[in-house]
């Protein structure tokens, strides 16, 4: 039945018992996502630029084989040698042999979720490689020895006391210091270190463009290319999905990226790649890793459009008050939620259930995934194949009879509401575990029902 | 059968039946004057516009704002007495204690107060990171309004490596705080040539 050692809402209990941090981690989130809709109403033409990067997205998938192959024969001719990897551990070793190649130990890296994906890190270390993260928030959880706990900000669980301690411990900051600027400086000047002496470097990829045989990588930092452009190797890895067809779509998914990530109009560095450059060695790893069989399953393949712009986090009311590590998966969220289950059922079966279900993930997806109603299917597999725990189960049961009737649904629903606005406690019980520390959220206005209905009309 | 292979062949079974792509993606946008929003939207990421008629401005700003330091390199040969730190090296690393880089942008961007910057113009692509400070010089006729004209004034795989430059590298990596120098220059001005 259900193997999960820790479970979502277990996690999210054990999170929520620090009241305060959970408050202070929610509405920094929040402000998150504010920025991004202050950033979003500046583009008049925005809901037209989400259905463009869709359309492109859903084009992409429909071709992917071409395009892929394309690209293939266009990066090789541009001097980049592309690998192939059908799942993670193949993904780490070519990696691990072009390290070995090379007669090194050390690696520096950037921000890449596949490779979180894959547990490189790990893999590496075991081999005896070290691997140095460069990302600041990465760095940060790396000497923590923990995982990132947000796809863009990988260190949003974190207070700057813990920060400050982790720095003193490990680059030597003075004890009790907090200035994010003087803890800054401190990452500033080891990792510049890092970078002028690692002859390897990875980055992940953006976008990888078809038609040009080239990719794009985005930081704010200048990290990706501080290591790349030092380094004697530079190996990128993409999952197969990063794939767009031209340059001129990049206008789409650049407008939109930083936009729905940050609230930036665009990251501080957008860096296309398509050479190496001269004496350089350039590697490309293209990994399936299960995105095969996410493409096959008709109702979840739309998770593969996923930018990993984490809008769909900052302002999901469960992952604000649950936290990232809740989701045991490399990608937490509504979209890791959705991500994981593809990768290993048994074991992901409580994520598609962290979720209220109520829309806000897809209406501020970039790229339009139908989130919520993903999370809604996965659900209805999980339980059939019996993957799900009793309590959730009965949850579920009662959910699928209030959806399967739209009558009961449209009084449900709005008792639901009611019952949220008026006596949240009644709905705040044992049977909704993650709920336990607190009051519900803030109910919706408009219910996903009435929202569909208007969306359809 | 090898991982490409086998890869390829299951995309090929799972992937859905061909949607053509037929949705607009390219939008107008109007700014009433460009170098205007170039300079708004450059100050909101932490950078800073300054518009010149001529280069000998540009020079006049550069002494009084970086008085005193050391270690400049420029590509741009009218500032070539400005500069006391040779680009003609052969290893990059060697650009480790570089103070200030003067360079030339191809355009800038006013959506979003990017500027593209290729190997065009940058004999070493670390040049504008690795640098304390950067200097960019962008035509003032080469303002942009959008990412999509953007795409249209360059041909991306022209040179091996190109890149929109967004004011100085930054984090907000720390309780999101934002922090100005993460690991590339910690300032950058742009000089627009009027
Ligand atoms: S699912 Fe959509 S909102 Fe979430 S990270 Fe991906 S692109 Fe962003």
Redesign the interface.
């Known amino acids: 039945m259900n193997n999960i050692k820790i479970d979502h809402s277990a996690a999210a209990t054990e999170f929520n018992k620090d009241e305060a941090r959970v408050n202070w981690h929610d509405e920094?989130l929040w402000?998150?996502r504010s920025k991004r809709d202050k950033a979003v109403f500046q583009i008049p033409?925005w809901e037209?630029?989400r259905?463009?990067g869709s359309?492109?997205k859903?084009?992409v998938?429909?071709?992917?084989?071409d395009y892929?192959?394309e690209f293939e024969k266009k990066a090789t001719e541009?001097g980049i040698t592309v690998h192939?990897?059908?799942d993670g551990k193949?993904h780490n070793e070519i990696i691990y042999s072009i390290i070995k190649n090379e007669g090194v130990n050390r690696m520096v890296k950037s921000k890449s979720m596949l490779t979180e994906e894959c547990h490189l890190n790990e893999f590496l270390k075991e081999k005896g490689v070290e691997v140095i993260d460069?990302?600041?928030?990465e760095r940060?959880v790396q000497m923590r020895e923990e995982p990132p706990s947000h796809i863009v900000?990988?260190?949003?669980h974190?207070?700057?006391s813990d920060?400050g301690d982790t720095f003193h411990e490990h680059l030597g900051t003075e004890k009790g210091a907090t200035d994010?600027?003087y803890?800054?400086?401190a990452a500033?000047q080891h990792?510049?270190d890092t970078?002028?002496t690692r002859k390897v470097a990875l980055t992940g990829v953006n976008f990888a463009?078809a038609e040009?045989?080239?990719f794009v990588v985005c930081t704010?930092?200048?990290?990706a290319?501080?290591g790349?452009?030092?380094a004697d190797v530079h190996i990128a890895a993409m999952g197969?999905e990063k794939i767009i067809?031209k340059?001129?779509?990049?206008?789409?998914f650049?407008?939109l990226l930083a936009r729905s990530a940050?609230g930036?109009?665009?990251?501080?560095?957008?860096?296309?790649?398509?050479?190496?450059?001269a004496g350089q060695k350039m590697h490309i790893v293209?990994v399936?890793n299960g995105r095969?069989?996410q493409?096959?399953r008709?109702d979840f393949?739309n998770s593969l459009k996923c930018i990993r712009c984490a809008a769909c986090f900052n302002t999901c009311p469960v992952y604000r008050r649950s936290g990232g590590h809740s989701y045991h998966t490399a990608i937490a969220g509504p979209i890791g939620s959705i991500l994981a289950p593809n990768l290993d059922m048994a074991k992901n079966a409580d994520l598609p259930f962290a979720s209220t279900l109520c829309g806000s993930c897809s209406n501020v997806c970039p790229v339009k995934i139908d989130i919520h109603d993903q999370l809604y299917k996965w659900r209805q597999v999980l339980v059939k194949d019996g993957h799900v725990s009793s309590v959730k189960s009965i949850g579920i049961k009662s959910m699928a009879s209030v959806l399967n009737s739209p009558k009961f649904y449209r009084t449900a629903g709005k008792l639901g509401r009611f019952l949220m606005k008026t006596a949240p406690f009644m709905v705040n019980n044992n049977m909704n575990v993650w709920y336990n520390q607190r009051e519900m959220p803030e109910v919706p206005k408009e219910s996903f029902r009435d929202w569909y209905l208007r969306k359809r009309n | 059968m090898?991982?490409?292979e086998?890869?390829?062949s299951?995309?090929?079974?799972?992937?859905?039946?061909?949607?053509?792509?037929d949705?607009?993606?390219?939008?107008e946008t109007v700014y009433d004057d460009l170098f205007n929003k170039f300079s708004e939207?450059l100050s909101?990421?932490g950078g800073k516009a300054i518009e010149v008629k001529n280069f000998d401005e540009i020079k006049a700003d550069i002494q009084s704002h970086y008085s005193g330091v050391t270690r400049i390199a420029t590509t741009i040969a009218e500032f070539s007495d400005l500069a006391d730190f040779s680009l003609n090296i052969a290893d990059?690393?060697d650009l480790?204690t570089l103070n200030l880089a003067i360079i030339e942008g191809d355009f800038a961007?006013a959506?979003?107060?990017?500027i593209w910057v290729s190997e065009k113009h940058i004999p070493?692509?670390?040049l504008p990171?690795?640098t304390q400070y950067l200097v960019i010089v962008v035509k003032k006729s080469e303002i942009v309004t959008?990412?999509?004209r953007?795409?249209?004034r360059v041909?991306?795989?022209d040179?091996?490596?190109?890149?929109?430059?967004?004011?100085?590298?930054?984090?907000?990596?720390?309780?999101?705080?934002l922090?100005i120098?993460?690991?590339?220059?910690r300032g950058l001005t742009v000089y627009v040539l009027g």
């Not at chain 1, 900000?153 to 949003?156: E, G, Q, T």
């Not at chain 1, 930036?264 to 450059?277: E, G, L, N, V």
């Open positions: 920094t402000f998150v033409e037209q630029l259905e463009a359309q492109i859903n084009h998938l429909s071709n992917l084989h892929l192959t541009n192939w990897a059908a193949e460069s990302d600041l928030g940060i900000l990988p260190a949003i974190l207070k700057k920060v994010p600027q803890l800054t400086e500033r990792l510049r970078f002028l463009i040009t045989g080239g704010n930092e200048g990290n290319d501080m790349a452009h030092l197969f067809p340059a001129e779509h990049l206008g789409v650049l407008r940050t930036q109009p665009i990251t501080t560095f957008s860096s296309h790649f398509h050479k190496p450059r293209i399936d095969t069989t493409l096959g008709a393949r | 090898s991982s490409r086998k890869i390829l299951a995309i090929k079974t799972n992937q859905p039946d061909y949607q053509k792509l949705v607009q993606f390219k939008f939207i909101f990421v990059p690393h480790e961007v959506e979003n107060g990017a070493h692509r670390v990171m690795i959008n990412m999509h953007a795409y249209e041909k991306v795989d040179t091996g490596f190109g890149t929109f430059i967004s004011g100085p590298s930054k984090t907000a990596d720390i309780e999101q705080s922090v120098g993460a690991h590339g220059a």
